[in-house]
């Protein structure tokens, strides 16, 4: 009997680790580009036609709680689920804001987060949570960091920044202000992203981290309640199109030394609040397959917590600072978005079905117990 047990241990072991162990992980790359797509979709990124390896994936994009959105840029950045805190995406160019020095008695950097005090006092949660514990170690390891974009409202919402920030509240190079913005009144709050402008600086960029906010679909779900849907869905189609040619150009320059990481950090107000956190991955640059991470083990699946130890990963870096993710590998895998579609079709059924199977799993328990008594 014990035999068998342990037989069956060993067979468990082997059969995930051969799900996690023999995938591909791609050799450590010069530069990084993390690309955030607030609410991306399937329909978003699917056939985009790029001469490069595409993986693709599910994301878990659930958080340590608080403010909904700022917990998932934040969570991004600290590689473990954080607590979201009032004015997280309030960061500033260094001409922008003189408060930065007053808060910290830290010298100024070229992008600063002048509150990130109470971001990091916020993390009231069991486990150890480090707000820009990415860029930490990404500088610790002799390595620059940058942001581009913004996704400006009437207020900063800077989600670039907030990912690309060290735990001290700086980046030391970028543009988040308002220079990356055309003006444009048939666009969400009369602006829109100057994609021609981001791209340059991608390409110009020598950071090894280089963090990207396309910036028109968070405006967009913003302004959504002002809107009806047929506008909304021609103004999100008109943004998926100028998106999709702007990640078209950058994939087919990116060359051997450089990959392009595509994320939704939050899968959007809508989906939000039907309690679906899947959002879609895509991986460009190396391999073809399915995401997989040690975190889940599972192909086509990682988790908010696995991009900050990926990212260190595919730059050689040491992960320095603390971190609950783990690194997200490549397993090979033909028909990739069907797969990845149909995984996530199968946890939602799940994730909807859960609550009347356990209700009728209680009452069961709860007849059993009056019976045996």
């Known amino acids: 009997m014990r035999a068998a047990i342990l037989l069956t241990v060993v067979l468990m072991v082997v059969g995930v680790s051969s799900v996690y162990g023999k995938t591909?992980?791609?050799?450590?790359?010069?530069?990084?580009v993390l690309v955030l797509w607030h609410g991306m979709e399937w329909v978003d990124i699917e056939d985009l036609p790029i001469n490069t390896g595409q993986a693709i994936g599910l994301m878990n994009t659930r958080t340590g709680g608080g403010l909904g959105v700022e917990a998932a840029y934040l969570s991004i950045s600290a590689g473990a689920r954080a607590v979201g805190t009032a004015g997280a995406g309030s960061l500033f160019m260094d001409y922008e804001s003189h408060q930065f020095t007053l808060h910290t008695g830290l010298p100024s950097s070229s992008i600063v987060q002048p509150f990130i005090s109470q971001l990091l006092g916020g993390q009231n949660v069991s486990y150890t949570v480090i707000p820009g514990?990415?860029?930490s170690a990404i500088t610790k390891g002799g390595k620059g960091v940058s942001a581009y974009g913004n996704s400006d409202i009437e207020e900063p919402r800077r989600w670039a920044g907030?990912?690309?920030?060290?735990?001290?509240?700086?980046i030391w190079s970028g543009d988040v202000g308002r220079n990356v913005l055309l003006e444009d009144e048939d666009y969400p709050y009369g602006v829109k992203t100057n994609y021609d402008l981001l791209t340059a600086n991608?390409?110009?960029s020598d950071s090894h981290l280089v963090v990207v906010d396309l910036g028109d679909p968070y405006r967009l779900g913003e302004y959504a309640p002002n809107l009806l849907p047929e506008q909304a869905d021609l103004l999100r189609s008109r943004m998926r199109k100028e998106a999709r040619l702007f990640l078209t150009n950058l994939g087919n320059q990116i060359g051997e030394e450089r990959v392009v990481l595509v994320i939704a950090p939050y899968p959007g107000a809508e989906r939000g609040q039907q309690g679906?956190?899947?959002t879609p991955v895509l991986f460009l640059g190396r391999d073809s397959g399915l995401t997989v991470s040690g975190t889940t083990r599972w192909p086509g699946l990682i988790t908010n917590m696995d991009i900050a130890p990926m990212i260190l990963e595919l730059l050689g870096v040491e992960q320095s600072e603390t971190m609950i993710g783990r690194s997200v590998r490549i397993k090979p895998a033909q028909h990739g978005f069907e797969k990845v579609q149909h995984l996530e079709e199968r946890l939602l059924a799940t994730a909807r079905h859960r609550g009347w199977v356990l209700r009728v799993l209680v009452a069961v328990q709860i007849l059993l117990y009056i019976g045996a008594l």
């Open 202 to 204: 991608i390409l110009a």
């Open 24 to 32: 591909l992980l791609p050799p450590p790359v010069s530069q990084v």
């Open 133 to 135: 514990a990415l860029a």
């Open 276 to 278: 679906q956190w899947l």
């Open 162 to 170: 907030v990912v690309a920030m060290d735990r001290s509240g700086r």
